[in-house]
């Protein structure tokens, strides 16, 4: 199994998939100091935190995870890349597993930057206009914690957008689906529909309620790892023509 | 007997009504270069695809080294180098990273990367990435993958697809060298009778999902019907003196030719002709065309 998963990192190198990590983090930093510095921000570190904390949640998570987990699997989907690797003799639920674990991995490695890039962006605008620089203390362990509870909560949508991306040859298709998912989870905020929504638990684990946000985090997290093993046995079934 | 390294036994597919490979029963030795024959759409690819795990069979058995691929296919494919269809490589990637995915997915030592790379001679190139590789590259890259952990079989599907006559001559090569330089079975498929007559010590032909013949190419031709050619000094008459027994009798020429005819029957045929009158003065049984001999099993000469 470590070598499936060593296989799969050394397949990255050089790949978009990287680059669409780096981009969340750019643009929460590179936001981040212009809404400082235009004066419009809201003027303390724990409200300005929080607030990068819902647009990654809002937007870039989720277009994230379809991005990320879209071009994981077009690694695979030139033409005969998986009758080659199917045909190696690796098991197969290790070769599924290992697919969901760097997408999970590349979530939480996403969500450590994009945690990075909102202190940065915090301080570099203080640096840049002093006299907007922010009020009291960074709130560094209160984000971190928030990002872990998001990341645990985009599992499931994460290993949805995983499962199109990896049974479709279609690079467009789990794009579109991440895209529609994400705009209606913007509708679907205030209705029931959106306590389980799986596009909206990262949202959810925001909500006033703490009631909301743990069952953000039971179905995310929870139905994630279901979703995971639920993909492998899947996939490990079906026919690769 | 040699041992088998491929055996299956009354192997089938179906695709709706469509019979892709129908009770397939192919046994291929260890040591040979078996050429697997047969027109676009065959049967040849399903079987290839049944035997490296990647589609279920809907009937028979399979065994790959001894290994039923049912219910020991790690051990069986651990065994098996294979490229289906074209060499799928990662082209973000160089060649020797190339190398080392395979290496950690199959657990071969990563030492393997060298001398796989020495024998396709791709050492110098190794650092490039495979996106800036020639197609010929790719392939050759393909077969050194397909040969780490020194398999006991490579299955090489088309291998030379799409490459230009000096490709199609190095890759024929190397897979004619692979026996006796790395004790390597070989499985090569192709729609082309001329390469495999080239490489393969041993043919299998399929038509419409089913095996036609398997054998070496010797008795390919020596099963096949052989023609008599005859010179003679009269064909016209000799032709109508022959046509109640030999009704095919063509005249060419200074001679007549008969389609089918054996040596017993030869020697009739010339008895017939001398106490008839006739100067025969040759007389000789040739092989048919191995192309003739293909078209005619597949139909296509029809």
């Known amino acids: ?241 | 007997m040699t041992d088998a390294i491929i055996e299956t036994e009354h192997l089938s597919r179906h695709y709706g009504e469509l019979n892709a490979v129908d009770d397939l029963s192919l046994r291929v030795e260890c040591g040979q270069i078996f050429g697997f024959l047969g027109p676009n759409g065959a049967g040849k690819t399903t079987t290839i695809r049944m035997l490296l795990g990647l589609i279920r069979r809907d009937c028979g058995t399979i065994r790959i080294a001894g290994h039923d691929l049912a219910s020991s296919r790690r051990e069986a494919l651990a065994r098996v180098g294979s490229i289906v269809e074209t060499p799928a490589l990662y082209l973000n990637l160089t060649g020797r990273q190339n190398l080392a995915v395979t290496c950690h997915m199959r657990g071969v030592d990563k030492s393997e990367i060298d001398r796989v790379l020495d024998i396709v001679d791709l050492t110098k190139d190794a650092n490039r990435k495979a996106s800036e590789y020639s197609l010929g590259m790719r392939q050759r890259l393909g077969i050194a993958r397909a040969l780490l952990g020194q398999p006991e079989l490579l299955v090489l599907d088309e291998p030379t697809n799409g490459l230009d006559p000096a490709g199609i001559r190095e890759i024929r090569q190397l897979i004619a060298d692979a026996p006796a330089r790395f004790g390597t079975t070989i499985l090569v498929s192709s729609h082309m009778l001329s390469e495999v007559e080239q490489m393969a010590s041993h043919v299998g032909v399929m038509n419409q999902g089913r095996l036609l013949f398997q054998g070496t190419l010797t008795d390919l031709i020596r099963t096949a019907p052989h023609r008599l050619e005859i010179r003679i000094d009269n064909p016209s008459r000799a032709r109508t003196a022959l046509v109640k027994n030999w009704p095919n009798a063509e005249i060419t020429g200074a001679g007549l030719v008969l389609p089918g005819v054996n040596e017993a029957e030869a020697a009739a045929i010339n008895r017939q002709l001398v106490e008839a009158g006739f100067a025969v003065t040759g007389l000789a049984i040739k092989p048919p065309a191995l192309e003739d001999i293909f078209l005619s099993l597949t139909g296509e000469n029809k």
């Open chain 1, 1 to 241: 199994m470590i070598g499936v998963l060593l296989a799969d990192l050394i397949k990255l190198r050089g790949s978009l998939v990287l680059l669409v990590m780096a981009v969340p983090p750019v643009m929460m930093a590179v936001l981040g100091v212009l809404v400082i510095i235009s004066g419009n921000g809201a003027g303390d570190w724990p409200r300005t935190t929080l607030s990068g904390t819902a647009i990654w949640a809002y937007f870039l998570l989720p277009m994230t995870a379809t991005g990320l987990t879209a071009l994981l699997a077009q690694l695979e989907h030139s033409t005969g890349v998986w009758s080659h690797i199917l045909a190696t003799g690796t098991p197969r639920w290790q070769i599924f597993l290992s697919k969901g674990l760097i997408a999970f991995g590349l979530m939480g490695a996403t969500s450590l930057l994009v945690g990075v890039a909102i202190f940065t962006s915090g301080h570099v605008g203080g640096l840049v206009m002093p006299a907007e620089a922010l009020e009291g203390v960074p709130p560094y362990g209160q984000v971190a914690y928030i990002l872990m509870k998001m990341w645990v909560a985009s599992l499931l949508v994460t290993a949805f957008q995983l499962a199109i991306a990896l049974r479709f040859a279609s690079f467009a298709l789990p794009v579109s689906v991440g895209i529609g998912g994400t705009f209606v989870a913007v509708a679907a905020t205030s209705s029931q529909w959106g306590l389980v929504f799986p596009w909206l638990m990262p949202v959810n684990v925001l909500a006033s309620e703490p009631e909301r946000g743990l069952l953000a985090m039971a179905i995310g997290g929870i139905g994630g790892l279901v979703a995971l093993a639920a993909i492998i046995i899947w996939l490990s079934r079906r026919d690769w023509d």
